[in-house]
């Protein structure tokens, strides 16, 4: 939990506050807290037959729902010899992070008598499973991870928001490129690895001059294919802003990773630099057309593909001296080239969502209200993905292996998942050679089951028809209702709220009563607009009598001897748009039948400390309520207010 106090006592302040005012929601690596890690079902197992001195094949597969695991041996390097059950060419690592649905092969070594522990740690070191090798002699662990430090992480995000204005967080942008098929041989190279920049301004050029822009890559210079005004063939497409590092031809032939890449020396760049780094997969320095440097990039927080914002570097700054897997250093064995001579179809796939209200999915559309995904039997298939969220999803791709184009070549390995990083952007490829229908999905359980997947099928061919109705309820799946009630019993009254809703849809009853029959309540049916779902409109009821007690001097009558609305007599019917502002405050503007319009702001949940949180809400009725509680478990808080109709209170708050 990033609170206020938290980022005061320890200096993140400024970046707790960018991150409110960007409406960035808490940082977490993983959405769902567990209470333990398993290893095939159990904490802790062992393999006594290993023995000192001989390699140890094991398959790690990630089977947890939304876990990301960070893979150690307590005795030496793991060698990865395969990941997904495919080969790569044998690379030694001390750590590992294997993505929920991910499979690696490694091969381990005890190096003596003992005992040594394979540890798999969540990602965001709630705890861990081991499976201890050998038998007799010392136990040897392996290394405990620090914890994550979570302002960091907002600090970087906030650093890549500021650096692409034109970029809104968890959306899409304006014109996303439609699919598109080049002929056999007019296809450009697919976008290499990097990290999205779409609507980027560079160092106050015009975006006139970009053509004439190249590429300072390990093959010299190069002029940057798929720019606007050079792009040939069927394959041109206009570019949402720029893609930076993601225009290198990844297939021309670049040395290797040997040396394990060095996050820090990227951070140690000089200002209005980029580190000039020479390591397949990163963002290649760029200059312009006399080679020099293009200004107001630097402190640009750059990462291997697959890593920013996965804790890595906080573990490489912790273990300096250790290599950790990232996707660039994945090669196959064998060329994993697909003949040149087919149609090359791309499409554009941006990875998004809305961490508020929980909502995942693809290009802004979750899978209910998505098209299929329509390919052709003998294309080759590019989907280039663009993760424009905060967090990093496993996307698997049922029925077909694809090539990962992380900069190695004509030697691209051959996944079934991959995890996109945060911004990150990232092209897969593959020869389709099916039929029928295939699902390709994020794996985060609870990021499928609210629409992040699209169902890919082949043109022509005949839908699958097994078992129609669940398929139509799995599809539908995004669509489900969910209740929810927030009860706050305290010594002045009762405040409850209460509704159901979906990803589109919310039904809001609020009531707030005292003990002695005074009541106000409201009833919302709101709809929210728009892929972030800042915006909502609402229709509803507003009803209230305080005369019993609070105010029983109000009982205004008309000459009819109607009771007439006032501050605290209503029976209104109203309509109005609710608007999520920067520091996280929704305001509400709303109309009633009274004639009456008005004004509200509220603000819930600020983090004061890990469990001191505050609501706030006021209005142009001068109504507010401040009401502070602290946090006991999971459901139940400690709550004290002041509401400026009911008065001063406390009691117990129980939320669900
Ligand atoms: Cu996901």
């Known amino acids: 939990m990033q609170s206020y106090g938290k980022a005061l006592l320890s200096g993140y302040l400024g970046t707790k506050l960018g991150q409110e005012w960007r409406r960035m929601p808490q940082m977490d690596l993983a959405d769902v807290y567990y209470q333990a890690s398993l290893v095939n079902g159990q904490p802790s197992q062992a393999l006594p037959q290993a023995r000192p001195g001989q390699p140890l094949r094991l398959r790690v597969i990630n089977g947890s729902a939304a876990s990301y695991y960070w893979v150690q041996f307590g005795g030496g390097k793991l060698r990865v010899v395969a990941t997904d059950g495919v080969d790569v060419e044998p690379v030694e690592v001390d750590k590992l992070l294997v993505a929920t649905a991910e499979t690696f092969d490694v091969e381990v ?19 861990y499973s081991s499976l201890w090798l050998g038998s007799g002699g010392e136990r040897h662990e392996a290394p405990t991870l620090p914890r994550i430090n979570y302002f960091e992480l907002v600090r970087n995000m906030n650093g890549m928001m500021s650096k692409m204005p034109g970029m809104h967080m968890g959306r899409a942008p304006a014109g996303v490129p439609a699919p598109a098929v080049a002929a056999a041989g007019t296809a450009l190279p697919p976008p290499g690895p990097g990290m999205k920049m779409d609507g980027m301004k560079m160092g106050g050029r015009a975006d006139a001059k970009m053509p004439s822009m190249t590429m300072s890559s390990a093959k ?18 206009p570019m949402p802003g720029m893609k930076m590092g993601g225009a290198a031809p990844a297939d021309s032939a670049r040395p290797r990773a040997t040396a394990k890449p060095n996050l820090d020396s990227l951070d140690k760049a000089p200002p209005g630099s980029m580190a000039e780094t020479n390591m397949a997969g990163m963002a290649m320095p760029m200059a312009d057309g006399n080679g020099r440097k293009m200004s107001g990039m630097g402190g640009m927080p750059m990462a291997p593909l697959g890593t920013f914002n996965t804790g890595a570097k906080q573990l490489q700054a912790a273990f300096p001296h250790e290599t950790l897997l ?42 209910s209200r998505a098209d299929k995904i329509t390919i052709k039997r003998g294309e080759t298939v590019r989907f280039v993905l663009h ?96 209740p929810y009630i927030d009860a706050t019993v305290q010594s002045q009254g009762t405040w409850l709220e209460g509704g159901i809703r979906n990803s589109y849809w919310l039904l809001r009853q609020e009531a707030r009563f005292d003990w002695h029959g005074d009541y106000e309540a409201e009833t919302h049916l709101q709809r929210y607009l728009g892929p972030k779902q800042f915006l909502a409109v609402y229709a509803g009821a507003d ?32 309509v109005g748009v609710r608007y999520f502002l920067p520091m996280m405050v929704w305001s509400d503007l709303r109309f009633d039948s009274g004639g009456k319009l008005r004004l509200q702001l509220e603000r819930e949940g600020l983090p004061l400390t890990s469990r001191l949180r505050c609501d706030l809400r006021v209005n142009t009725d001068r109504e507010y309520t401040v009401n502070p509680y602290y946090i006991l478990g999971k459901y139940v808080a400690l709550s004290g207010s002041y509401d400026s109709d009911y008065g001063w209170g406390a009691g117990l708050r129980i939320i669900y």
């Open 220 to 237: 010299g210079s190069q002029q940057m294919p798929g720019m606007k005004g050079e792009a040939n063939g069927a394959d041109a497409q």
């Open 543 to 574: 009803f209230r009598d305080n005369t019993r007690y609070l105010a029983p001097d109000v009982r205004k009558r008309d000459e009819n001897g109607h009771r007439t609305n006032s501050h605290d007599y209503r029976q209104v019917v109203c």
């Open 109 to 127: 070594t005890p190096p003596a008598i003992g005992q040594y522990e394979l540890r798999a740690t969540s990602w965001d070191m709630a705890g």
């Open 326 to 367: 990232d996707y660039t250093m994945l090669r196959a064995p064998q060329s994993s080239a697909l003949p040149a001579d087919r149609p090359v179809r791309t499409i554009h796939l941006y990875l998004t969502g809305n961490m508020f209200r929980y909502v995942w999915s693809i290009n802004d559309t979750p899978l």
């Open 387 to 482: 993760n424009t969220t905060m967090m990093s999803h496993p996307m698997h791709l049922h029925g077909h292996y694809f090539r990962v184009v992380n900069g190695q070549g004509d030697h691209a390995p051959l996944k079934n998942t991959l995890s996109v990083a945060p911004m990150d952007l990232v092209t897969i490829e593959f020869d389709a050679n099916e039929y029928r229908d295939w699902f390709f999905h994020c794996h985060l359980l609870y990021h499928l089951n609210s629409g992040m997947a699209r169902i890919v099928h082949y043109a022509g061919d005949s839908v699958r028809t097994d078992n129609p109705r669940l398929l139509a309820r799995f599809i539908g799946q995004d669509r489900k209702l969910f």
